[in-house]
């Protein structure tokens, strides 16, 4: 079984929602007769990650994310990083430092070292640019993000390097989006994800922050059992998200099976029920979505 739970579902600047994370959880009997997964991942933990996580580990079914009161983050065995914006990258800070410095083991005397998974120049950017002032410095020496991580660099252009899996069942396979670019599409790196349980041949679909591409994405979300689609309220000019306006061209079997999420704040104000008549819904946070039975 393969479980999808959105620590939150609003916009980098949502304020009721906390922004989009994700946490996967691949179980092989499921919940009702696990006391916890047997593999996890989180898709972005961005600046709201921790404080959505604190909050989740007091759900029923989420006690293994709890240890005295707090995070236990060798919970998360590993991370997928869609692309560097804050509200996607943010908290990464926080589990590097507690997972290696509080959640000590009491055998070796070591932290833990979770998995970090994206494409090469994301990795390779994600500390220079983002992680390696707040994380550059350990007692004694400067560190690296393979000090903190098991790193998985995905090569998208090699097919055997292209794509992971939990469980040897659930492969994830990255596409690049339009999210923004600075001289052509998808310069600027940003990925969603195409998830398959390689036993029944199901897909699920899930955008990552991107404009409505559908040269890129149409096959997929017609191919996919069960769609997450990005989706930004406010109509505006140059977006770098989906409009509603654009969303809802889309083939009406599609959107009976697509769930709208990265949503702002104003979602409930009535101007947007017709969401529950035209679309799976509005993603709820803290909720568990059964990907694959």
């Known amino acids: 079984m393969l479980t999808l739970t959105f620590l939150g579902v609003g916009s980098a600047f ?9 946490l996967i959880e691949a179980w092989s009997e499921g919940p009702e007769h696990q006391d916890e997964p047997d593999d996890t991942l989180l898709i972005d933990f961005g600046t709201t990650g921790p404080r959505a996580l604190h909050a989740l580990k007091d759900k029923p079914g989420f006690e293994y994310l709890d240890r005295e009161g707090m995070i236990y983050y ?4 590993r991370i997928f990083v869609t692309h560097q914006h804050a509200d996607h990258i943010g908290g990464l ?17 070591k932290g833990f070292k979770p998995q970090i998974i994206s494409s090469i120049s994301i990795l390779v950017n994600l500390w ?3 992680l390696k002032g707040g994380l550059t410095t350990i007692p004694g020496r400067y560190a690296l993000l393979q000090d903190y991580f098991f790193i998985l660099a995905l090569r998208p252009s090699d097919p055997d390097h292209d794509h992971f899996s939990l469980l040897k069942r659930y492969r994830f396979d990255p596409f690049a989006t339009d999210h923004i ?6 310069d600027w790196p940003s990925y969603g994800l195409t998830i398959t349980d390689t036993q029944s041949g199901e897909s699920v679909f899930y955008s990552g922050d991107s404009r409505l591409d559908l040269e890129a994405t149409s096959q997929r979300m017609a191919e996919a059992k069960i769609c997450f689609q990005d989706v930004q309220l406010a109509e505006a000019e140059n977006t770098v998200h989906a409009l509603m306006s654009e969303v809802r061209t889309l083939p009406e079997e599609v959107r009976r099976k697509t769930h709208l999420y990265h949503y702002g704040d104003n979602w409930d104000s009535g101007s947007f029920d017709f969401v529950d008549q035209e679309f799976a819904g509005f993603a709820k946070p803290q909720q568990r979505y059964v990907l694959f039975d």
């Open 128 to 130: 220079d640019h983002s």
């Open 14 to 22: 949502a304020k009721r929602n906390d922004q989009s994370n994700v």
């Open 181 to 186: 670019h600075i001289e052509r599409k998808y």
């Open 74 to 77: 060798p919970s998360i065995r």
């Open 93 to 109: 800070e926080e589990l590097a430092l507690m997972d290696t410095f509080v959640h000590i083991d009491a055998e070796t005397g």
